[in-house]
Nanobody, 122 residues
Framework: QVQLVESGGGLVQAGGSLRLSCAAS????????MGWYRQAPGKQRELVAA???????NYADSAKGRFTISRDNAKNTVYLQMNSLKPEDTAVYYC????????????????WGQGTQVTVSS
């Protein structure tokens, strides 16, 4: 059983910072792409940032210049450093990972974390 466990959400004032972490646990072979998505009330889930195993990154326009995604492959962990937070960043943030569980040649499965609430007050 593989799990993604997020931490680091909370309440912050506009202009503040938060750092989210997501660690994969359980029996797995390798992790390919990892990413962060968010879903605000009444809206669809959207990509915030993604990172490949080699470190290539991709950001939503709303995150560029304010958020930084990084990962520690040895710890099976992905991070999202969020600076200059705005009230419109308020959402549940979900970790996502493409994981190969059993070895080379086995299929890749997509996993989601349980979500962590980020609330930015004005």
């Amino acid at each position: 059983q593989v799990q993604l466990v997020e931490s680091g959400g909370g309440l912050v004032q506009a202009g503040g910072s938060l750092r989210l972490s997501c660690a994969a646990s359980g029996s797995l072979f390798s992790i390919n792409a990892m990413g962060w998505y968010r879903q605000a009330p009444g809206k669809q889930r959207e990509l915030v940032a993604a990172i490949t195993r080699g470190g290539s990154t991709n950001y939503a326009d709303s995150a560029k210049g304010r958020f930084t995604i990084s990962r520690d492959n040895a710890k099976n962990t992905v991070y999202l450093q969020m600076n200059s937070l705005k009230p419109e960043d308020t959402a549940v943030y979900y970790c996502n990972a493409d994981i190969v569980r059993y070895g080379l040649g086995y299929p890749l499965d997509e996993y989601w974390g349980q979500g962590t609430q980020v609330t930015v007050s004005s």
